[in-house]
């Protein structure tokens, strides 16, 4: 994504560096901010400080975090300087998840929803940010047939933990039947924007 909005703009800031804990996403990232001088740092786990210097960035961006460590965003930052995410909202497919999880989903009140964007608010705002903008997102997703969920679950794999076709074959049979009887699965995608910014 960070490639795709650099193509479109003027051109790579001075300093332009980029974070990701999942290997496979970090070699993608490489491959596709090489030409823009980028740096790519692995890190560990979504809970990693930051390895960079205080006030390094004008500007400090996300798209669908598991995590958001909002000290190192406000050290990382400098003054005047904004952070800017896209997040996935609580919960989405969460009718898909429930349809597949059955009894093991979680249910409302057995966990406080870490993706609930009051939670994010909250982050920025004990980190010293001012929240400048925040929009919510819910929209309608139509699954057609079984192939086009097995497809999603094996790409978004946190909607189904664990997920095989095996595992889940007579989950999948009720589903194709449902879908078959009453016409598309339908299931409700969560997002919201942040803005925050580091007061000068």
């Not at 560990?44 to 965003?73: C, N």
Request: charge should be neutral; aromatic fraction near 8%.
């Amino acid at each position: 994504m960070l490639a795709a909005a650099l193509a479109m703009g003027p051109g790579a800031p001075p300093t332009l560096a980029a974070t990701e804990s999942w290997p496979p996403n970090a070699a993608v990232a490489r491959r596709h901010l090489a030409p823009y001088g980028a740096q790519v740092v692995e890190l560990p786990d979504a809970h990693s400080d930051l390895p960079f210097a205080d006030a390094t960035f004008d500007l400090v961006s996300s798209r669908h975090p598991l995590y958001v460590p909002w000290a190192e965003v406000a050290r990382v930052l400098k003054p005047g300087g904004h952070y800017l995410s896209q997040d996935v909202g609580h919960p989405s497919v969460g009718e898909l998840s429930e349809f597949m999880l059955g009894a093991a989903y979680p249910r409302k009140g057995q966990d406080e929803p870490t993706r609930d964007p009051k939670w994010s608010v909250r982050g920025a705002e004990q980190a010293g940010l001012t929240v400048t903008g925040l929009r919510e997102f819910r929209g309608r997703m139509e699954f057609s047939d079984v192939a086009a969920v097995v497809v999603f679950l094996r790409k978004v794999i946190w909607i189904v933990p664990g997920f095989t076709v095996a595992a889940y074959r007579d989950r999948l049979r009720a589903l194709h039947e449902q879908i078959e009887r009453d016409g598309p699965f339908r299931a409700t995608s969560v997002r919201f924007l942040i803005e925050a910014s580091k007061p000068v």
